[in-house]
């Protein structure tokens, strides 16, 4: 038995109201330059860090990504009952242990001065959260050897613990990690290849952005009387817009990174697609409150290769008569379809599929379903139904 399908493509029309959902070093919103207009950007890694929240949540299973393993062994050693300085010595040890470099942070009181037994890895490691307790584990394992080692105290200094035991740990993974990849040069195998691609989120249509005054008032001073003017005043970016959102799921890289599991090949696959549709950043959503749905969310199940239709969008949209891209964003974007598919064939299309708010058909995104589960059920069906070996691939 084979799986028939090799990608499935996800497409989101998006309209997002006044709003910064991610900003570069200078609180700026992001941009990106795109048919000779600015547009609205939000990067990929900042979508995919909330898809991943949303993800975690959905198949109740978290990763860690830190340079603070070390901490994080400590603090879970001091809830056992271990003393605080057998526990920091044992979080030192397990963050040396590995051939992954490390430094020793500095005592904010002055930056000069090392900490004994505070390590920081130079790079991050990515595990399931579960890796603490079992790093925490082998310390225990190990207590008497920890009780009489030295500090660590500089970064040749070598740790009692096993090594090859400290990174067997790092090497683990869980359902996040096999979707999203891992990269970790520093420890042998430790690599895992992601089976989902995401693109920068960009407006369909031309944008300004935005500054925003804003002062806050001093209660006290207001209260009294006594002083005229605010008691703060500053200015930040935002802007507007209906984004196009793209990300495929390579169905044999996954399957390879979980083995022959077909229930969890589903189970994360559904988690992903529902997590894409439904994430959204959280910056300024305090004072902004962004939290809109998808207008449309097309996808289609693939035989030869992904195909975004960003192209879609490289002339912007113009506005409806009576104002607004969403609608014509969603037109434009089945108009594409259509004619790429017609360019590039259907024979590599085993489903295609949509569910949004327009009334209308969309012909060029094939069946429209009633909502996004019946969407993505739909597209798993199509997807993961296996078939006779020698049938589709």
Do not use: C
Not at 308 to 328: C, D, L, M, R
Request: glycine share 8%.
């Amino acid at each position: 038995m084979v799986m028939p399908a090799r990608f499935i493509d996800i497409h989101i029309i998006q309209s997002v109201p006044f709003a910064n959902l991610n900003r570069d070093d200078t609180n700026s919103v992001k941009t990106v330059q795109y048919g000779n207009v600015l547009r609205t950007r939000v990067s990929s890694q900042s979508w995919k860090r909330a898809v991943r929240s949303v993800f975690e949540d959905r198949i109740g299973q978290a990763a860690l990504r830190t340079r603070r393993i070390g901490e994080r062994v400590t603090r879970l050693l001091e809830d056992r009952g271990w003393p605080l300085d057998l526990a920091e010595k044992a979080g030192a040890h397990t963050a040396a242990a590995s051939s992954i470099k490390f430094e020793l942070a500095k005592d904010p009181k002055d930056p000069k001065q090392a900490l004994a037994n505070k390590v920081l890895t130079n790079a991050m490691v990515y595990v399931p959260e579960t890796a603490v307790a079992a790093l925490a584990d082998l310390a225990e394992a190990h207590r008497e050897a920890l009780e009489a080692a030295k500090d660590i105290k500089k970064p040749s200094d070598k740790s009692v613990l096993p090594a090859d035991k400290v990174e067997g740990v790092l090497r683990s993974r869980n359902g996040v990690i096999n979707l999203f990849g891992r990269m970790l040069a520093e420890v042998d195998n430790a690599g895992v290849d992601g089976a989902v691609q995401v693109a920068h989120a960009l407006t369909t249509h031309e944008t300004d952005v935005e500054l925003d005054y804003f002062s806050a008032v001093d209660d006290v001073t207001a209260t009294w009387g006594d002083q005229s003017g605010s008691g703060h005043m500053g200015h930040t970016e935002f802007s507007a817009g209906t984004f196009y959102r793209y990300a495929t799921i390579d169905l044999r890289d996954l399957a390879h990174n979980i083995g022959d599991n077909p229930e969890e090949l589903r189970e994360l696959t559904a988690a992903f697609l529902s997590a894409f549709i439904l994430s959204l950043p959280q910056a300024k959503k305090n004072a902004t409150a962004p939290h809109t749905i998808p207008d449309l969310a097309h996808i289609s199940v693939r035989t030869d290769r992904p195909l975004s239709y960003a192209a879609a969008f490289e002339s912007p949209v113009t506005a409806a008569g009576q104002g607004g891209y969403a609608n014509p964003s969603r037109t434009t974007l089945s108009e594409y379809a259509e004619a790429a598919n017609r360019l590039l064939g259907t024979s590599g299309i085993l489903h295609s599929g949509w569910a949004g708010i327009d009334a209308k058909g969309l012909d060029g995104l094939g069946t429209r379903h009633t909502g996004f589960d019946a969407l993505i059920e739909a597209a798993l069906t199509s997807a993961l139904t296996a078939q006779p070996a020698g049938g589709a691939a």
